[in-house]
């Protein structure tokens, strides 16, 4: 037995528990014998990580919601910082969430002896670039998901290793033998998010474009339920209007995007996983307005979708506060319907996108990494 097993985790939100808990699962079939604790949720628990909170505790988006929410937060992360000094793990794995991760960083550093690994990289090219220096200070290891962050974080003079993104694993094996069908009238899908205070802004909207392509085009309507989110108004609403609903799972998230003609998803990952399923799409996102002035003076971006970002142009559009309106999410899924010419220009350009994340180009892989430090 390896006298180096201790790992404490952390990830503050669903897509990175997801995330983490395909990384645990790949550690502990290299080695039988980690002892691995942390914050998240049911992927980690089902790799067997003992979870101290789960990540529901200190997952708020928004800086007010923040500050409401603070004492809560600080108790998660004070109880973070006794578990490390008390337990002493060899490798503390962070998993995105910058706000909370790179504070525990900073925190632990002075006396921690382990090595910190980050996984998945904060978003520091978009906004917050000033957390490059706490990152060359408190960071033993960047891994990185877009190859693009690799030259970023280069030319800010730290080494970071591209280990490719972990969804394209699993959409290569489900797209493994599986045609496109051609249904026999247009499915829409809608992706409003995994948290509610966005689901309240973001859904209504997605609700009323929905309900003019279900009445005047007679389209089906499939609503992916983040499994986070309880039963609520907005849900018997949808069932109301004949929504189909689905629990969020990578699994039938997957076969929701494939099957569908057209989704209407929010910024994050879900925009990735519709571009790399070669699904047209349009995005959008509505803030607090006293969030979204604050956020407005710090990203400095052209784009906020991913799949925009990566091809350094407008692939889809993105529809933004004052922007996302039911008229313009419901003009450009009748146009992506109907015009054969622009639907097939967006999927070979969701291709390209597809082929810079290919796993060919990935010299190693972050199990790996992780596991020559224990």
């Not at 002075?110 to 978009?126: C, D, F, L, N, T």
């Not at 280990?163 to 699993?170: A, D, L, S, T």
């Amino acid at each position: 037995m390896h006298s180096k097993n201790k790992i404490f985790i952390i990830a503050g939100e669903q897509s990175g528990d997801m995330h983490a808990g395909e990384l645990i699962r790949k550690l502990n079939y290299l080695r039988n014998d980690l002892i691995i604790s942390g914050i998240g949720g049911k992927s980690l628990q089902e790799q067997g990580v003992n979870i101290l909170h789960h990540y529901s505790k200190v997952n708020y988006i928004g800086f007010s919601s923040v500050i409401r929410n603070y004492s809560e937060i600080k108790s998660v992360f004070n109880d973070c910082l006794n578990h490390i000094k008390k337990t002493n793990p060899d490798v503390i794995i962070l998993v995105d969430f910058p706000g909370f991760n790179l504070k525990i960083a900073k925190e632990i550093k002075s006396y921690y002896k382990g090595k910190i690994i980050y996984y998945i990289s904060p978003q520091i090219w978009a906004w917050h670039k000033s957390r490059i220096n706490i990152i060359k200070k408190c960071v033993d290891r960047m891994l990185v998901v877009f190859p693009f962050e690799v030259d970023f974080y280069k030319n800010e003079g730290y080494e970071a290793d591209f280990v490719g993104h972990p969804i394209m694993e699993k959409i290569n094996s489900f797209l493994n033998g599986r045609n496109k069908i051609i249904n026999e009238q247009f499915v829409i899908a809608l992706m409003p998010g995994s948290r509610m205070e966005e689901f309240k802004r973001i859904y209504p909207v997605f609700e009323k474009a929905a309900l003019k392509l279900q009445n005047n085009y007679n389209c089906r309507i499939k609503l992916i339920k983040a499994s986070s989110l309880e039963n609520n108004h907005f849900l018997d609403s949808a069932l109301k209007y004949g929504f189909e609903i689905s629990d969020e799972n990578y699994q039938s998230n997957y076969e929701n995007i494939f099957s569908a003609d057209f989704v209407l998803t929010k910024f994050g990952t879900s925009s990735l996983e519709c571009a790399l399923l070669e699904t047209p799409f349009c995005s959008g996102y509505k803030a607090n307005y006293i969030n979204y002035l604050i956020a407005k003076s710090f990203v400095k971006l052209k784009y906020l979708t991913l799949v925009n970002i990566l091809a350094d142009k407008p692939l889809v559009k993105e529809f933004i506060q004052n922007d996302f309106t039911v008229e313009n999410l419901y003009n450009e899924a009748i146009k992506t319907l109907s015009d054969k010419h622009y639907r097939k220009e967006m999927i070979n350009e969701f291709r390209k996108v597809k082929e810079s994340l290919n796993s060919e180009n990935v010299k190693i892989k972050a199990e790996n990494i992780i596991i020559g430090y224990l």
